[in-house]
């Protein structure tokens, strides 16, 4: 089963533009990660958030933690026509034992028009 | 990039057969994963190895074998492939097991099952 569900499933924006991505979870989390993937690619990572922090940055990416409505965001200021890709986001995972995996959401796809 | 090569990138077989996919790593982490990634399902954990001849089951084992004899190669066995095990297949790795860290993926492999 996904823990975690990415919001909207596609979207489509105008080079310039801001892209808000957002991701919902079940239960309870150490850390969220996102993930971007170009078609044909692997997956890249993007940014972790712990689960007490609210807020991360890094360059054009602003993530958001809310670990009381069990969601995170994810902007990307000032698109480009490069940030076409798909977006996940990833939560903590356990399959017995002691080993942590993660759990991918089905993903966001954008795609940013020159 | 992270030192991940998949072989083959792209094989067609046909049901019945059997199929190994590899994953060699240059990095010398510990841990290494296989997902499959199907639309509409996204990413699922399939098997996981956290050290040589130390393998467990993910989330879709069944119909998978795994096999890890040194630190660099992770196999994927498909031992009798059928048409629903046609998908892309990817690797990933990680230095450290819990689901904090960062999993580096590889490019993937397509598999087709006729």
């Known amino acids: 089963s996904q823990q975690g569900e990415e919001d909207p499933q596609a979207l489509s924006i105008q080079e310039g533009e801001n892209a808000t991505m957002n991701c919902s979870y079940k239960?309870?989390?150490?850390?969220l990660q996102w993930y971007r993937q170009n078609s044909g690619r692997g997956l890249v990572h993007l940014i972790l958030?712990?689960?007490?922090?609210r807020e991360k940055h890094s360059g054009r990416l602003r993530v958001t933690l809310d670990t009381s409505k069990k969601s995170s965001s994810l902007l990307i200021t000032a698109s480009r026509a490069a940030d076409t890709a798909s977006y996940f986001c990833a939560t903590d995972a356990w399959y017995g034992g002691s080993q942590g995996n993660l759990i991918f959401g089905k993903g966001t796809k954008l795609s940013v028009k020159p | 990039d992270a030192g991940i090569t998949q072989s083959p990138r792209h094989k067609v077989t046909e049901t019945g057969t059997p199929v190994t996919l590899r994953c060699h790593q240059t990095?010398?982490?510990?841990?290494m994963y296989w997902y499959r990634q199907d639309p509409g399902h996204g990413l699922r954990l399939i098997h996981y190895s956290y050290g040589v001849k130390d393998t467990d089951k993910g989330e879709v084992s069944d119909g998978y074998s795994v096999s890890r004899s040194k630190t660099e190669d992770f196999l994927l066995t498909l031992e009798s492939a059928t048409s629903s095990q046609t998908s892309v297949y990817f690797c990933?790795?990680?230095?450290?097991?819990?689901?904090?860290?960062?999993?580096?993926f590889g490019e993937g492999s397509w598999l087709t099952v006729v």
């Open positions: 239960t309870s989390i150490n850390n």
């Open positions: 990095e010398n982490h510990r841990y």
């Open positions: 958030i712990r689960s007490n922090e």
């Open positions: 990933a790795i990680s230095e450290r097991a819990l689901a904090g860290n960062t999993i580096y």
